[in-house]
C-alpha cells in the first residue's frame, strides 16, 4: 500500500449543469475559498459567453483559453481538490461526458426557479450509467424560487435519485434568510446588503429554542415544521448510500452571494470519494496499488497552425507519476518519457516532478495520444469506462481537393483521436460518415482540416438516426445480420460493427426482427 496519504486527501469532481445555472459562478466561489484566486472574475474566460453561441471561431477561441482552467487544483482544509472543468455548451457535451469518466463524484448546480433542466437529465444519465456519487446545490435562493419540497421531489423524479438535504432554506427571494445546515446543526443568515460576506453563522443546539425567532422572525415556525417534516419524511443521511449513488446530498443557496458555498465545501470534503477503483478490461485497478497507471480522457489541440500542439490530460489511476520516468504507452507498446509534464493549479500551468491518484497531469503530446490510451509501468491494462456514445448528427464527408487526399485522412484520424467527432466508413460504398453531437462540431472539422492540415473536405447530406452497435453469440445469426443490412452496415474507427438505423422505426424492426442480435446504444458493451 503506497500514498494512503496522498490518495485520501484527494477530491476529484465535476461541477455540471444546464447553461446558465450558476456552474462558473460557484467554481469561481470555490476558488476564491481555496484561495486558488483572489478576486471574483478570474474564471469567466472558462465560459463561452450567450453571444457566442453560434459563433464557432469564438467559442473555439474561448475554449482555447480555457486549457488553463480544464483542472483547477487547490488545497482546502488538508485536502487536495481537483476541479474538472466541463464545456457548458451542448454542443460539446461529448467532451463533458468524457470528463465525467476522470471524476470520483459530481457537483449539480440547479436553479432554483426553473428547477431540473434537460442538459441536467442527460449529465445525470451519464453519473447514473458510472454510478458517480452527486450532491446536488440549489442556486439562486435569492430569487423567488419553487416551493422547496416540490423542488426536491422533481429532482428524486427528474433525476431519478433518492435526496437528503443537508440544508434548509429559510424563505427565498427578497425574504430569503438564510440556510439552515443540518449536516451541522446551525443557522447561517443571509444579508443581502453584506454581498460576499461568509454569512454570519449561530450555533443552535435546540431548533425550539425562542432566540430562533430573534434570528429569523416568523419565519422561525416555518423553520421548525420543515425541519421536522424532513426527518420524518427523509431517511437518516449515510455516506454509504451518497458513496453507493443512491442517495443524493442537497445543499441550498446562492453562489454569486457566495452564500451557503462554504456549507457545500466543507461537507463535500468530508463525505466526497477519494480516489475510487478503476476497471480495465484485465482486473480493477486500486489507488494504493505501487505502481503507476493512468488513462488519457482529455485532449486539447492547439488551433495555432504554426503550433499543431496538443495537450493529453491524463488521470492518475494508482502509484506515483514521476516526471522523466520511462512509462509505457500500451497502445502502440511505446516508452515514453515526459520532461514537462504539468499540472494546473487554478490558472496557473506548472511543471511538475510527481502526481498522485487523483490528479491529473498535462502531457505535451504530437500525436501519440487519443483518447482512453493506458500509460503503466509495464503491465498491459485497457481503461474501461470510456464509451463513445451514439452521435446524433451526421453528414458524408468527401474530399474537395483530390491532391490532398494524404492529408485529409491524416487530419480525420487525428481529429477521431482528439475525439471531436466519430467516424463511420460504410460497408458496401466505403464512404466515410462523421457524426457528431452539435451541428457546430461540422463547421470546426472543415475549418481545422483547412487550417492545420491543408485539406479541403465537403459534407453530403445523410438520412440517418442513430449508429447502433451490434453483437451477438450467435455467429451465424450475426452475419446472417450484416448480409441482409449489407448497405446500412458500417464500422466504426476500431472497426467495430455498425447498423446504421436511418429512422427509430427502422431500428424497432430490426430489433424485433432479430432478437438473438443486441444493439447497443454506446461503443463499450
Ligand atoms: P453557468 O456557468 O452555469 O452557465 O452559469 P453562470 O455561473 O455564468 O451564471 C449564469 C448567470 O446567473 C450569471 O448572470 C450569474 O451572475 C447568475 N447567477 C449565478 N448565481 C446566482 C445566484 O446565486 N443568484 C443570482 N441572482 N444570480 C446568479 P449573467 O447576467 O448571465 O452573467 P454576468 O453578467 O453576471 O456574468
Redesign the pocket.
Known amino acids: 500500500m503506497a500514498n494512503t496519504k496522498e490518495i485520501n486527501r484527494r477530491r476529484t469532481f465535476g461541477i455540471v449543469?444546464h447553461?446558465?445555472?450558476?456552474?462558473?459562478?460557484?467554481t469561481e466561489k470555490l476558488l476564491l475559498f481555496g484561495g486558488a484566486i483572489q478576486e471574483a472574475g478570474a474564471v469567466?474566460s472558462n465560459?463561452i459567453k450567450k453571444s457566442a453561441t453560434s459563433d464557432w471561431m469564438e467559442i473555439e477561441r474561448q475554449r482555447g483559453i480555457s486549457v488553463a482552467t480544464s483542472v483547477m487544483g487547490f488545497e482546502y482544509n488538508n485536502h487536495k481538490i481537483n476541479i474538472l472543468d466541463t464545456p457548458?455548451h451542448q454542443d460539446f457535451a461529448e467532451d463533458t461526458f468524457r470528463t465525467l469518466t476522470a471524476v470520483d463524484s459530481v457537483i449539480i448546480?440547479i436553479d432554483a426557479a426553473k428547477g431540473v433542466e434537460p442538459q441536467t437529465k442527460k449529465l445525470m444519465q451519464v453519473c447514473r450509467m458510472r454510478k458517480t456519487a452527486v450532491i446536488v446545490f440549489v442556486?439562486?435562493?435569492?430569487?423567488p424560487s419553487k416551493d422547496t419540497f416540490d423542488l426536491l421531489d422533481e429532482i428524486e423524479n427528474e433525476l431519478e435519485i433518492g435526496v437528503r438535504p443537508l440544508s434548509w432554506p429559510i424563505n427565498n427571494g427578497p425574504e430569503f434568510k438564510g440556510v439552515y445546515n443540518i449536516y451541522t446543526d446551525n443557522l447561517v443568515l443571509f444579508n443581502a446588503n453584506e454581498k460576499l460576506s461568509n454569512g454570519n453563522s449561530v450555533e443552535f443546539t435546540d431548533i425550539n429554542d425562542p432566540e430562533l425567532e430573534e434570528y429569523i422572525g416568523d419565519d422561525a415556525s416555518q423553520l421548525r415544521e420543515d425541519l421536522e417534516l424532513i426527518e420524518g419524511v427523509y431517511s437518516e443521511f449515510n455516506i454509504d448510500s451518497y458513496r453507493k449513488a443512491d442517495i443524493a446530498p442537497v445543499f441550498f443557496g446562492?453562489?454569486?452571494?457566495n452564500f451557503g458555498v462554504k456549507e457545500l465545501l466543507d461537507c463535500f470534503v468530508d463525505i466526497a470519494p477519494p480516489p475510487l477503483p478503476v476497471e480495465t478490461e484485465e482486473r480493477k485497478v486500486m489507488a494504493e496499488e505501487d505502481k503507476f497507471s493512468g488513462f488519457v480522457f482529455k485532449i486539447h489541440a492547439n488551433m495555432d497552425p504554426n503550433h499543431r500542439d496538443r495537450i493529453a490530460f491524463v488521470k492518475v489511476c494508482s502509484g506515483k507519476f514521476k516526471r522523466n520516468t520511462n512509462y509505457l504507452h500500451v497502445r502502440n507498446g511505446k516508452t515514453m518519457k515526459f520532461s514537462s509534464p504539468t499540472a494546473f493549479m487554478a490558472s496557473k500551468k506548472s511543471i511538475i516532478d510527481e502526481a498522485y491518484p487523483g490528479d491529473i497531469v498535462g502531457l505535451h503530446d504530437t500525436g501519440n495520444f487519443k483518447i482512453g490510451d493506458s500509460l503503466t509501468e509495464g503491465e498491459k491494462l485497457h481503461f474501461k469506462g470510456l464509451p463513445s456514445f451514439s452521435p446524433e448528427l451526421f453528414k458524408y464527408i468527401e474530399n474537395a481537393n483530390p491532391m490532398k487526399s494524404k492529408q485529409l485522412a491524416k487530419g480525420i484520424e487525428q481529429l477521431m483521436d482528439e475525439g471531436v467527432a466519430q467516424l463511420f466508413t460504410g460497408r458496401a460504398s466505403t464512404r466515410k460518415i462523421i457524426g457528431t453531437v452539435g451541428a457546430l462540431q461540422f463547421e470546426v472539422i472543415q475549418y481545422r482540416l483547412l487550417h492545420e492540415y491543408g485539406a479541403s473536405c465537403r459534407y453530403e447530406a445523410i438520412k440517418l438516426y442513430k449508429t447502433v452497435w451490434i453483437t451477438s453469440d450467435n455467429e451465424g445469426k450475426l452475419k446472417e445480420f450484416i448480409d441482409r443490412k449489407y448497405q446500412q452496415m458500417a464500422f466504426d474507427k476500431e472497426g467495430r460493427d455498425v447498423f446504421l438505423a436511418d429512422s427509430p422505426y427502422a431500428l424497432q424492426i430490426a430489433q424485433d426482427k432479430f432478437p438473438e442480435i443486441q444493439f447497443h446504444y454506446t461503443s463499450e458493451f
Do not use: I, Q, Y
Request: charged content about 30%; cysteine-free.
Open positions: 449543469s447553461p446558465d445555472a450558476g456552474k462558473t459562478t460557484l469567466k465560459k457548458g448546480v442556486n439562486k435562493m435569492d430569487r446562492s453562489a454569486l452571494n
